[in-house]
């Protein structure tokens, strides 16, 4: 029985040597799909946990009038610093907020070098601890912020992380369609490379067949073939996608709100799928080739 398993392995590799140049360019464009399938998760896993870390936290931007004077803006600080587990992290000037924007843009700086005045408000950054209690009601603090002389205009973290969810529900359901359309290109690729394998080999097929081979015993091969392809295709895949993922998560990225967006890699369960997904789509691209050429 195992002298038995070496052959239709045997046969298998066999038969991706005699068609190697076909099967490499399937292997790459397997990997290729599944590359785009795994970084889409990285990176939507990735968004998600950020926005769980930025939904545990409240954070808000209160913006001053140009010219407000230095009373109304003790009486601004002396306001936020007695809302209940409220602190300040910085205060930004009007020249700071410049210089970051600069800094920002980089190279496409060069037009802000033009402008006779600072558009940029100076303002507050404040975050709130312990918001888990009821006893934050970020509206609310929005509205008496507001309302204070010298204040221009509030924003919270809350309000960003609604667009930003509604962004992602959108993420979402383009993900699925193109996961959708990868698998579908995938089996494709291995159906087609399975078959042109099979016809190679029709002529020693029909012999095998004269002499009393089950159907069977000579499509175990191929379904072989297929499930190489996709156990070659899911680690490669894997793979890249771990060296890209370390050369990514060297630096922190900041993109709105206090919490930093960390990447870390794909966990157990996902990369369990990818490979799991890879190993299906060559069974089922397999079967889809001997299916058409027995039964026809």
Same mark, same amino acid.
């Given at each position: ?5 070496? $052959? ?6 066999? %038969? ?11 292997? /790459? ?15 939507? /896993? ?18 001053? =009038? ?5 009373? =109304?803006?003790?009486?601004? #600080?002396?306001? &936020? ?13 009007? @020249? ?27 303002? $507050? ?10 006893? +934050? ?27 930003? @969810? ?7 359901? *383009? ?13 494709? +690729?291995?159906?087609?490379?399975? =078959?042109?394998?099979? $016809?190679?080999?029709?002529?020693? *097929? ?8 089950? #159907? ?6 191929? !379904?072989? @073939? ?18 890209? $993922?370390?050369?990514?998560?060297? %630096?922190?990225?900041?993109? *709105? ?16 799928? !990818? ?8 069974? *089922?691209?397999?079967?889809?080739? &001997?299916?058409?050429?027995? #039964?026809?």
């Amino acid at each position: 029985m195992i002298g038995l398993r070496f $052959y239709f392995l045997r046969q298998a590799l066999m %038969n991706m040597r005699r068609n190697l140049t076909v099967h490499i360019l399937s292997l /790459g464009t397997i990997v290729a799909s599944l590359l785009i399938l795994g970084a889409f998760l990285l990176l939507f /896993g990735n968004l998600n946990n950020w926005l769980r870390q930025w939904g545990s936290s409240l954070s808000m931007s209160v913006y001053l =009038k140009d010219g407000t004077s230095a009373y =109304k803006r003790d009486k601004i #600080d002396s306001f &936020i610093r007695g809302l209940p587990g409220a602190q300040i992290r910085r205060f930004v000037t009007k @020249e700071e907020a410049l210089e970051e924007l600069k800094a920002a843009l980089g190279e496409e700086a060069a037009f802000l070098e033009s402008l006779t005045h600072n558009p940029l408000p100076a303002s $507050y950054e404040v975050v709130f601890e312990n918001t888990g209690h009821g006893d +934050i009601h970020p509206e609310k603090i929005k509205a008496q912020l507001a309302a204070l002389d010298g204040v221009e205009d509030v924003q919270h973290s809350r309000e960003w992380l609604k667009r930003a @969810e509604g962004f992602l529900d959108i993420v979402r359901l *383009i993900g699925y369609i193109i996961a959708g359309l990868l698998c579908l290109c995938v089996v494709f +690729i291995i159906t087609n490379t399975i =078959k042109l394998t099979i $016809y190679s080999r029709r002529d020693e *097929i029909e012999i095998l067949k004269l002499v009393g081979a089950t #159907d069977w015993f000579v499509k175990l091969p191929f !379904l072989l @073939e297929g499930m190489i392809q996709g156990i070659l295709g899911g680690g490669t895949a894997l793979l890249t996608l771990f060296l890209g $993922y370390l050369a990514i998560s060297r %630096n922190h990225i900041y993109l *709105i709100g206090p919490a930093p967006l960390r990447f870390v890699f794909l966990p157990g369960e996902y990369m369990v799928l !990818l490979f799991s997904l890879s190993l299906a789509l060559g069974i *089922i691209g397999s079967f889809i080739a &001997i299916g058409r050429f027995f #039964d026809g």
